[in-house]
């Protein structure tokens, strides 16, 4: 049961996790693992009281466990607490100053108090203590992607395989080297934002191969075919193409070598589809002298990012009031999946949700409109990727992926970011936001939209 718990946990299946790991501790309090499984499991449900009493009761028996006070660091990270974690973490190392539980626990800590030189100088000790660990190879890829080191940041990332962070499908092909190659057959591995992120590096691979074919989300596969003018199938298909290699999609830029080229301009490289776009301008017409804004708000609630307020991606909707003060703007809501409480930007909006099919009807909308205010999701690298003013909400620990510029980023000219100042509170970002949206309403000017014949 603890394994089949486990298993679950790892796969983000956590509704199905959570019954199992219950009852292990509960017909085995003795049994520490299954304990120490659940209170991580805690965490991820944003629950850190239970959590805390599932280390703590490990404690009692072995005061000394690294697992259990590495699970105490985490508790506290979680409660915003962040000086008492880096103290916990100290602690381990007090007790054992070779602990890697100890020096993966300060990174962790240090990480999301934005001290990013000390998280990365404890991920250097630990890969110089165990150079043969993938875990930490995987963990400090990230690390130097942040600071744009991206030679050896992607060599470092191609462990995440190894380190279980990543997954393919099995494949006999061999795996692409980067040579000239006839039909080469590209996999994506991650999210769907992962996959719009990645998707820029097709054109270089389209100079080296004659044919692509990309495995990709169903979501996914009539935007990107357009885009490059590739094949695309799904990835969860049980026959693959006859091809003569594959590389997961995310390894492009390491296989390339692109090193400091990896963020050269890619312009405007995502298509929308016309016909779709035709209908979206039947359905959206726009109002004279009227800024049409895109809502995206939430990301999802099993992302392991959502367990720490540091690193929380989402932003609760009635945070974003403050927009609805602005007279001279059109809202519409393209959040799929998340129902809230009524709030005062919601009743001044035009849900879209309910309408969208596929990432062809998103692309379509957002060419459309003025400008998205979005959080970290997929939505943004749409909107990035086609050239379209973002106003991106981050949390106060962000992604690699955005690095460590202030308001700016390499990945999408479009696209400015707004960093929240401390952890949890997205007030003076969205005060931010609020400021860009009235610019920009400002300078719209529109012919009036004739009536209907």
Known sequence: MRGLGYVLF???????????????????????LGRLLFGRLCLRLHEPDLAEKQFQRILKKFPTSESALSGLVDVNIARNQADRARLLAQRILAINPRSEIGLLASAHAAEHQRAFDEAHACLEQLVTLSPQDVRYRYHRSRSLLRQGMFDAGWADYEFRFAAGKAFLPPLDSPRWQGDPIGH???????????????????RQARTLARRITLACQPALTSLLARSFEIDT??????????????????????????????????????????????????????????????????????????????????????????????????????????NENETALQRCWCDLSGEIRDFDDTAAIVDILDVLVCVDTSVVHLAGALEKPVALLLPYSADWRWMQKEDTTDWYASVRLFRQKRPGDWSEAVTGVKGVLTELARRVKREPVPPPV
């Open 10 to 32: 790892q796969l983000n299946r956590l509704a199905e996790a959570l019954p199992l790991l219950q009852e292990v501790v509960q017909r085995a309090p003795a049994d520490l």
């Open 184 to 202: 080469l057959l590209l996999i994506v591995e991650q999210g769907l934002g992962d996959t719009l992120q990645f998707s820029r590096f097709i």
């Open 233 to 338: 199938i799904e990835v969860a298909s049980t026959e693959w193409p006859v091809h003569e290699a594959h590389l997961p999609l995310q390894s492009l830029p390491h296989v390339l070598g692109l090193g400091e080229n990896t963020l050269a301009p890619a312009g405007r490289y995502l298509t929308p589809d016309p016909e779709c776009r035709m209908r979206w301008e039947q359905r959206l017409p726009p109002s004279e002298n009227h800024l049409r804004v895109g809502i995206v708000y939430a990301s999802s609630v099993a992302h392991f990012t959502e367990q720490f307020p540091q690193t929380r991606r989402s932003c609760p909707l009635a945070d974003l009031d403050p927009l609805a003060e602005l007279g001279n703007s059109d809202y519409f809501g393209l959040q799929l999946g998340i």
